[in-house]
């Protein structure tokens, strides 16, 4: 998630991508998303288990801050909002 092309970034882990892009979208709960306005969904991925999906949360977590903008322009360089392709 992302405030802007290039701003501030929110990285996390779901089960349930739509409905928690929707928690942030909507400021839902409380926290760093809210207090920094990260609405834009820019960046995803899929996985076939939690363990995965975490143990490559903590790897992009650890990474620079220019490998995570380098890997979402890769997959969007718009920065453009996913979630409508993640609703449809």
């Not at 929110?10 to 926290?31: C, D, F, I, M, W």
Request: a positive charge; one cysteine or more.
């Amino acid at each position: 998630m992302a405030n802007q092309p290039r701003g501030t970034l929110y990285t996390g882990v779901t089960s349930h991508l739509v409905a928690r892009v929707y928690q942030h979208k909507e400021e839902v709960v409380p926290g760093f998303t809210q207090r920094y306005g990260r609405k834009i969904l820019v960046y995803y991925a899929w996985f076939e288990g939690m363990e995965a999906a975490i143990v490559y949360e903590k790897k992009l977590k650890a990474g620079s801050r220019a490998k995570k903008i380098a890997l979402i322009e890769q997959m969007n360089p718009t920065w453009c909002d996913l979630y409508p392709h993640i609703t449809a």
